[in-house]
């Protein structure tokens, strides 16, 4: 009988599984990231280069993972690694206003439709926190809208009720009054909506807006103008969350490819070209809740804005680097046709196999769902909707993932992952071979 999937990732893995043995002693789990668990234990990474990663026991990786989706000129970039070395040679942190933050923000004000102003902050969780405080503060209203499966980071406001069949909170340890004033509803019903902000009692509406869990559950574009028009009327703040979409969808994000504007958007990951960071930008009116005014404003009516790291000189440095990149599309184009070359490609070995399921995605993401029989992507690699896609059961995205581990490729959890502006027609080559040879692994051990 030849080797399980199981047995050939021990196998090949030894001293990722040592050092997990160790990291299970200091953290929990042994991961410093929900996304990083993996059983039996995940690999640890050396290092990497443009689109490919090499882990501990010394087995070359094409990744996906592309830092949770920063990594939108793949890793080490020159361009960025110049300009992290140089910064960190002038220094850190100032404490003080700096030239990099500022072109920074000049340059998200030009990219992003909706950004009159920006205020950085160090996360893209800090970013929607910020967005839906100032929307309190703004509208005077207590309420949060959002949609189901939509992730939005972790604190208190957001975890809430992101599983509609869950009774109780996704994450334990959230008040159950905040969890009282985030709603949460299916995606793409905009007379639901309409019944909630009709209640006046509404602060904002949070979204994925290509979908939740970036695109998983892909979404009509016709529902992001529905949600613009119903927004506007009730005067609740429009909230993209686009910390994944941004500058990935396009350069301008969701917002400029569909050309419907928010009042805010959320921003993170590739914002800070692979360093830590994140933004709020949007309606100048909004953003200047955080303005110093006078005494009884400043007292009463402003919305505080601390945070030691926000637009830190490194991240600013690498930010910076990234969007003059991101600026032209030039690298869209190119990741956004290896993405479709993939998802095409992946697409045939599930035909030519007969394994059932369909890989679909936009621009350069992609996401892969076995299992069950679904259409193909109609024009390019889009979901062809109306119906939600199928979604993979758990043991197979654990089973995918391994196996496609053992065969050099690394995918964002277990079910897709983000092509890069670096990637080559050989990775996407080495991906397409894995990616049967893991299926007809799968199908060996009845699992598909
Ligand atoms: C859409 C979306 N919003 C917010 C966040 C939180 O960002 P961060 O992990 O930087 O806190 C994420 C993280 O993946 C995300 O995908």
Redesign the pocket.
Known sequence: MSESILDTYVRLHPQSAALYEESSRVFPSGVTHDVRYVTPFPIFVERAQAGRKSDVDGNDIVDFVMG??ALFMGHTHPDITAAIVEQANKGTHFGANHRLELEWGQRVKELVPCAEEVRFTS??????LMAIRLARAHTGRDRLLKFDH?????HDA?VGSRNPEAESPESAGVPSATMSNTISIPQGDIDAVEERLATGDFAAVIL?PTGA??GTLPLDPAFLSALRDATASHNTVLIF?????GFRVSPGGTQARYGVTPDLT?L??ILAGGM?G?AVCGRGDVISMIEFRDSPWNARKRVQHPGTFNANPVSAAAGGAMLAMVASGEHHARADALNERLVRELNSVLDRTGVPGVIYGLASYFHIALGQEAPRPQAGVEWPGPDAPPQMPGKLNVALKRALINHGVDLMGGSGGFVSGVHTDADIDHTIKAFEAAVGEMRAEDLV
């Not at 996360?123 to 929607?128: D, F, L, N, V």
């Not at 939509?150 to 972790?154: A, E, L, S």
């Open positions: 949770h989706g996360s893209g969780t800090e970013a929607t939509h992730f939005h980071g972790w957001v994925e869990s970036w969350d686009e910390v994944v979409t959320t993170a990951k830590p994140g």
